[in-house]
Every structure is written in C-alpha cells, then in structure tokens.
C-alpha cells in the first residue's frame, strides 16, 4: 500500500491549487500577482489532464497538456506586453485603477 | 315592392349633400334635398295604392344581419296600415318643411349641412316606422336621436345649443337604457325580436312578464317623447333652428314613441297594470307641461311646452286602450303643431330673429298670410269643431272617461290650459300694437305655401282622414260609447280658454301682470319650470359628475390604469438599474461572479444526477 | 514510497502556492512559483509523465517565470501598499463552497474503486510517444499553435515598442 497512490489525491491536490489561484486572482491587487495567480490555475489544470491520462494508459493527456503550456507561453508573452503599456499609460500597478471602462 | 326604395332615397340625398355639398350651389343643394324627400314620399304613394285593399301587409326581407346561435335577426321591413300612417306622416309633413327650410335657412351658413342632416334624419325615421322587428326599430330609433343631437347643436358655435344637443342625447339615452332592458327581455322570454314571432306569442305569456316588457318600452317611449320625468330635454331642444323643432320635436321623432307603443299593443293588451301607468303618466305630463306653457315668454317654448303636453295626450289615449285614437291625434298633431311651429318660425324670420313674446304684437296687419294660417293651427289646437283637432282630442277624452274619469277632467282642465296659452300666444303676437322695434315683411312664397297647405290639413284632416276607421282593423275592438255630454263639456272648456285668453290680453292688458303680482309664489313655481331642470342638476347631475371626477377619473383612470402602465415602465427601470451594477468595470468584481456562475453550475450538475459513470 | 514522495511534494506545492498568494512583493510571490513547478515537475515523473515533466521545467520554469521576473524587475515592482476595497467577503465563502464541492464530487463519483498511481504503472509518456502522437493525430493542433505562437510574437513586440516620436 505504501507504493501507491490513490489518484483522487492528485485530483484532490489539482483542485487545492486551483482553487489557491482563484483565490489571488480575487483578493490580490497587484497585476502581476494576478497574472502569476492565473499561471497557477493553469498548472493546477495541467496536473488533472496528467492525472487523468494516467487513469486511461493514454498519451492524449499529455499532449494537452504541452499544448496548455504553449498557449500559456504565448499568453504570457502578450500580457505581460499589455501590463508594461498599462503601466506606461498609468504609472501604477494597482489592478483597481484600471477601470475606464467603469460607468 | 322595393320598399327599400322608401328609406334609402333620402339616404342618398344624404350622402350626396353630406360628402360634395360644399362646393354644390345653393340650388343644387335643395334639388337633391327635397327631391329625395318628394321622391320618398311619391314612392310611399305608390306602394300603397300597389297594395291594394290594405287587408293584408306586406313584408320584405332584405338580408341576415345577425345570425349567431339561438339569434336571427333579418333586416326585413313592414308595411300595414299602421306603417302607411306613419309614412305618410313622415314623407308628407316632411316633404313641406323641407320645402320651408330653403327659405328659413336661405341666409344661415352650413346650409348643405343643414340638409345632409335633415336627409339623414328621414333616413332613420323611415327605418324606424318600415322596421318588422325591435331592433330594426332600436337603429331607427337610436338614429333620430342622433340626428336630434345634430340639428339642435346646428349653430355649434353657440355653447346653449351645444349644451342643449347634449341634453337631448343624454336624456334619450336613458330612455334607450330601458328599451334595452326591454329588448333583452323580449329575447329572453319569447327568443325573438320579430314583431310577429314576439305578439303571437304575447297572447299566450304571464302578466307579470308582460307588464315588466310593457314598463321597460314605457321608459324608452318616455324618453323618446318627452314625458315625466324624461321631458326637460324638450324645451331645450328648440336652441335648434326652427324646421328642426317642427320636423323632429313635433311632427315626427316625438311620435315615435307613441308609435311603438301602437305597435306593441299586443303587449300592452295583456298587461293592464302597464296601460295604468302610461295613461297616468300621460296625463300627468300633459298637466304639468300645460301650466309651465301658460307662462313662458319665447313663442317657440309655449309651443315646446305644448308639444310635451299633447303628447302625454296621446299616451293617455294608448293608456286607455284606444290606440286608434293616440294614432288620430300623433297625425292632427303633426298637422297643426308643425303648422304652429312653422308660423313662428315665419314670425321670428319677420322680425329678424326676435323670440320673445313682449317685444311683439299687432303683426296680423303686417304679416297677413302667415297670421291666417296660424289662426288655423290656433283653432284645430283648441278642439274647436269641426276642425282636426277637436276629432281626434274627443275620441281621447271620451277614451280616457271609460277607463277612468278622473283622467277625464284633468284632461278637460288641460284641454282649457291648452287654448289659453296658444290663445296667450297669437293674442300677444298678432293682436295689439307693435312693441318692438324691428321692420317686419312677410315670409317668401317658399315659407307660405307649405304654411298654407298645412293649415289645410288642420281644417280639414279630421273629416279627411279618419284614422280611428282606417285603423280599426288593426286594434283590438274598442267600443267607444258616445257621450254627447262629456264632447260639449270639453268643446267648453276649449271655448273658455280662448274666452280667458282674450280678456286677460286683449280688454284688460295689465291683467296678467297684475295677477302674476297677487299669485307671485305659484308664477314664480310655473315660469321657473317647477324648477325641475335645478332639481336635476343637483341629485342626479352633479352627484354622477363629482363621482366620475373622483372615482373613476382620478382614482381608477389615473391612479390604477395609469399606475400599472408606469409601474411597469418603473419596476423595469429599477430592475435595469440592479442589473447595471454588473458591469462595474472592476476586473475582480467580473471574476468574483464567474466564480460564482460557476459554483453554481456545479451545484446544478450534483443535483441533477452527478456526473456520468 | 511513492506516497511519502508525493506527500512531500504535494505539502510542497501548496505552501509555495500560499506563499504566492500572501507574499507582498511581486518578486518573493514569483520565486514561490518557480518552487510549485518544480514540486508539479516531480509529481508529473510519478505519473509516468516524463516529456511533461522535462518541459515543466525547461519551459514553464525557465523560460516563463524568466520572462515574469524579468518584467518585475522592468517595471521596478515594488510591495503593495494601498488598500483597496477587498473582495475577501463575497470571494471567500465562495471558495470554500467551490473547493469542498470539487473535493466531494472527486471522492464520490470519480474513482468509487481504489484507482491507484504507481511510479512505473504507466510508461507512455516518453518523448518517443508523444512525438509520435504529435505529428499524426495531433499534427493540426501543432501547426495552429506554431501560428499562434507567431502572432503571439508580432503582438508583442508592437504591444512593448517605443513609439516613434
């Protein structure tokens, strides 16, 4: 018993993460610790498809996988571009002051 | 026999004034006025000398026009001795103040409009006398009172006549209400409205029912001819021009009433307790109307006043189960008041629109051919015989004594009220010295000569037309038990108005003003109209006025209706102004509620059975 | 074995995970997440996820947490200060509604038998199979993320340029 794993603790451990990158996307100000939440939303989910590609012996999970990381990539590229011309435009970080587009 | 012929000729007379008759001239306009009319009444000539012996009526249907379950009413017209009556009445007299009206109207504007409505009018009022069932009669009926509300309100920039239209409509409509009423329970009771479906049936039905029907009809007829307590639209009503008054408020739409208690005698017959009310009813009006003539100052309301009370003369004929008699005296009536109204109509046209009695006089030199036809109106009103008047005011008295005497010698007094104050009128306008100021001339040929055919009529009618043998195959057998004493006893009291008349105006001119001093309260009660008009206003008119204002202007129109309409409109807004705060802009806020749609969606798929195996 | 291997890193993971999330400054929070790849890089070998674990760190590690410091440092991040209005009361019940729903439903309907991970139980994750995945049924996949990666070039360097005056 000491040698395995029950897989719904890895589940269990996705969602944990999941749930700690909602919970600073939500309660953080800074955009960059907004942006660092959601890439650990992302790595939680990247856990699960593993998991589950486990669970069914195959290797479509893992090209999911590699494919979130891609897309994670060229995210990040271009949002960390948006924020410097944020920042450019409003000298500040703070994800509150960025509501123009509030009524 | 193409009866329709009969109402649609002036139909299109209507039509045709009615949508190009502002741009036809003046001749044009009478042309297709009065031949319409003419036409209409050569027409009823024909047809009755195409029926033959008049034994049998003739019926025409038309078309279905309601059709819709146990419901079938055709458009079908009617046509026996009873409709000739009337035709001839409507189409005859009508034809005359047609002809009148050019020269009476010859100087007012709207003068095609005048005639388009007078069209209209004949239109309905043939519909109403051709009709073979109540409804028919209902279109007629609602549709004179229509074209009443028309020609009073004629001079539609004067607020009285406006008002006084008003009135009229108004107080017909009350009357309608109860013929309504009537209606619907004739349908309930013998599931027709057709004349001859509904009185074969009569025969045969309980009293009760039949005496309700009989007092619904009554309401209507009371409206519909002025009686108590549904007359004060009458006098009011002469606010129209003068053919208007003669045509509709004297020969015709008045007597439409009447007619349908005529032809509902079946009905009546077999309802006792209903023919009670009408005959006291009608005396009683002719009573009060006859007391409040005796004081009134404007020519046309003496004879506006007059009008009322001969007309409760005739219900107190239908009453007392002559009904050939109230029809003798509707036709004697036509004659002479429309002669009357005519000849005022004449005077006030001399005098360059004076009205009031007071400012005449001493015109019998001036305006000689419409003073001689007058006189002629003035003694078949009075009963003198042997002309019109006293034929058909006996047949209904000696009526009126067998079913009861009481009725009797109040008609007497009346009949005395009713030549003193006609006698009141032509003494004050003819006789004595001028007193007013305008230059009086005589009436143009168009005016006299239907004056001078009517006043014919009133001579002569009574032997002319003997309507109780003519009708008398009609009504049930009424054995008129000839009382001389009770004819020289009426023909008396006639004599003694006219008698009265003459000393308290002609010998003794400061007599009546000295009398109205002495009797100041009774005079005061009988020139203010018993005040009626006042009473009315108070307990029926102002009450309804207030309650509408407050009840249903206010508090339901504006406070409900229009509070659920902008309620709507507002909780939409507050709604909207809820769902706003959701795009606040704020990225946590936008993410805050996706994290919450999707909390819920999973609450949802645990409920709704997990997820697949 | 493998559960004391996979309890340690899964202890870990969470605590650099919190640390992401408490830590004030931006750069103390990215080094946090540098430590949850790599826990996530050695869990992923336990799965028998060999490639995915190697690209974990060469990509995700070193290259995107790269680029994150690098643009921490750009932009000379410093702690957050100000406080603003805080999502913690709507946002925190919510969460635990949300965890202790996924944690329910992954006990109760997922695996009611004892699936079990084995370091070694699955051996399809070598680079050979997912090349071979990758460039038959999964080659369109891989041709649009190479455009998208293109685009996601262009967008940045017009997005970071300096305007010209």
Redesign the interface.
Known sequence: MMNAVPISWFLTLSAILFALGVAGFLFRRNIITVFMSIELMLNAVNLSFVTFSYQHKEVSGHLFTFFVMVVAAAEAAVGLAIILTVFKGRSTLNIDDVNSMKH | MQLWLIPILPLAGFLINGIFGRRFSKSLVNTVAIGSVVLSFLWVLKTIFAMGDLNTSIEEHYFTWIQSGTIDIGCDFLVDRLTIVMLLVVTGIGSLIHVYSIGYMSHEGGYYRFFAYMNLFMFFMLVLVLGANFLLLFVGWEGVGLCSYLLIGFYFDKKFATDAGNKAFIVNRIGDFGFSLAMFYIFKNFGSLDFDKVFHQAASAPEWVLTTIGLLLMVGACGKSAQIPLYVWLPDAMAGPTPVSALIHAATMVTAGVYMTARSWVIFTHAPGAMDVIAIVGILTAFLAATIGLAQNDIKKVFAYSTVSQLGYMFVGIGSGAFSAGIYHLVTHAFFKALLFLGAGSVIHALSGEQDLRNMGGLRKKIPITFWTMVCAWVAISGVPPFSGFFSKDAILLAAYQHSPAIYWIGVVTAGMTAFYVSRAMFMTFFGSYRGKAHPHESPAVMWVPLAVLAALSLAGGWLFPIPAFLKAMFPAFEEAENHMLMYISVLAGFGGIGLAYLMYLRKPGMADSLAQTFKAPYQLIYNKYFVDEIYSATVVRPLIGGSRMVLWKGVDAGLIDGIVNGVGARCRDVGSVLRLLQSGNIRSYATWVLFGSVALLVAMGLLGGLPR | ????L?LIF?VV??VC??N??VQTH?IS??LS?VG??GS?AV??L????E??AA??VI??AG??MV??VF??M??N?GA?T?K?????I??AP??I???G???Y???????PE??????G??T??GPK??G???FT??LL?FEV?SI??L???I???V??RKEIE
């Open positions: 074995m493998d559960v004391i996979f899964a993971a969470v995970a919190i992401v999330v931006p929070s990215a997440l949850v790849m996530l869990l992923y336990l799965l028998g996820a490639f995915i690209a974990q990509v995700y290259a995107i680029l994150f643009v921490i750009l932009l991040a957050e100000k603003g209005r805080s999502y913690l709507p946002g919510l969460l509604v949300f965890l729903l996924m944690a439903y992954v006990q109760r309907y997922l695996f004892s699936a079990v991970v084995r370091f139980g699955f399809g994750g199979d997912i071979n995945a990758l049924t999964y996949p993320t998208l990666i685009v996601a070039i967008g940045a360097v997005l970071a």
